[in-house]
């Protein structure tokens, strides 16, 4: 890229910077010791407020850079991420969205522990919980890697290692400082920014094809060298029975896995009121339906105008494919619009970043002071010292996340997140559910439910491709690649429900029928909720 690229991109990036540290600075000055102001912001959101904010936590790197990439070079079978990260919210809007938040204050683990022996079911909760979010914050680093390499023309390995350090460090101060409330209001700006970039990037491709979406899928599948069969499932899944199933395991680890995001299920606790709740989610929905609309005419539209090889050549994930697009839709290299263009979507990208990056630190870290910290002292801690120990948790998860996100730079944002998912949908998901919906359920099934779902899931992607025996691996140079599938859910996610329904069978517990009715009461009216 241009010094003019890099000179616009980094202005606009840092202009992002300055306004989201004002306003943590802004909300710091706030009352910030409670646990519930550094948790929830003390309740006080609005529904459209809270669904856009959703939204903005839920758009992340993986869907602006990681989806459009993947369909750019599959084609049909990079839209299957579109499709289940969208499909999901029905999910979570049937079945979570209004009883978490009549059941819960902060956390996952206040849903289950409601009628379970606390110390136990916090802890397997909170492990679960900060998994999944490491997981997924390393997705976003890798996407903020992926950018500065294209923005400094793939040269500099020290400015890539050095950016992800950046983004870590930020997430950090946002978090510390500002907690939810300042970490929402970053999300709602982070969300207006990226629906207005990809709203004007789909009407620039579609007005390159004079609105005729048929001619731009011609287009693409004559570029892509794949011809008819780029528009046809199994150009990335279907080429044996492995790939089929780890298409399978793919699918119901996006629709399964939103319901149990740590991040995800923490925003339902920031507006006063369960209807609100669901109301937030309604406002999320729209949002997201039309954002992944439009990632597919950003993919498709990459594919037709850049090209796969293109892509390809820029990054092998395909994570920069919706930057390149914009600097062709611009003007092409070297001109005033592709300059210009380019750098607001470097900008937005970054912006999207850091939004998501707070989001899940904020959570994770709750889980580490409300779940982990507070269970494992003999006596609970005050809100107060909860909330000191949260701010040093996040300084932890953002060195662990830097440093996988610096091992896993080469592998694609969206896949990343998709192994994120699954495991949210093996030891999150089950618990949860059986929590909500089951008389019978007890602490040993709580706790199996999770491990059961947890270590697999884990073990899972460590012996399999992701990790060794390729050289799109972690580690290429060696191979204890035992399992098939890139994706555990289809394993992992069964093992999680059977491990709850065999721990609970067994169990010489007798379940408290009291204590199953005030949850479901609670759970349906709101009576009692905090």
Known sequence: MTGDHQTLALLLFSAFVAVTLGITTWVSRDRQGSAEEFYVGGRLFSPMENGFAIAGDYMSAASFLGISGLIALFG????????????????????????????????????????????????????????????????????????????????SEAARSWTVIGVGALMVIYVSLGGMRATTWIQIVKAVLLMGGTIALTVLVLARFHGDFDQLLRTAAARSGHGEAFLAPGLRYGGDWTARFDFISLGLALVLGTAGLPHILSRFYTVPTARAARRSVVWAIGLIGGFYLMTIVLGFGAAAIVGPDAVHASNAAGNTAVPLLALDLGGGAGSTGGTVLFAIVAA?????????????????????????????????????????????????????AIALGLLARDLNVAFLVGLAFAVAASANLPVLLYSLFWRGFTTRGAVWSVYGGLIPAVVLVALSPVVSGSPESLFPGVDFQYF??????????????LAGWLGTVTSPETPDPAKHAETQVRALTGAGAA
């Open 76 to 155: 049909y079978d990079g839209m299957l991420y579109s499709v289940g990260f969208l499909v999901a919210w029905l999910v979570v809007l049937l079945l979570v969205a209004e009883l978490v938040r009549n059941c819960g204050r902060f956390t996952l683990a206040d849903v289950v522990a409601a009628r379970m022996r606390e110390r136990p079911v916090r802890i397997a909760a909170g492990t679960s919980s900060v998994t999944v979010s490491v997981l997924y914050l390393v997705a976003q680093m890798v996407g903020a890697g992926s950018l500065v390499a294209l923005l400094l023309g793939g040269t």
């Open 484 to 497: 098939p599938l890139q994706n555990p859910g289809l394993v992992s996610i069964p093992l999680g429900f």
């Open 348 to 400: 937005i990208a970054f912006a999207t970043i850091l939004a998501v990056v707070a989001g899940i630190t904020l959570a994770s870290s709750a889980s580490v002071a409300h779940d982990l910290y507070a269970s494992l002292r003999r006596h609970r801690s005050v809100p107060r010292s909860e909330v000191a120990v949260a701010r040093t948790a996040a300084v932890g998860i953002g060195v662990v």
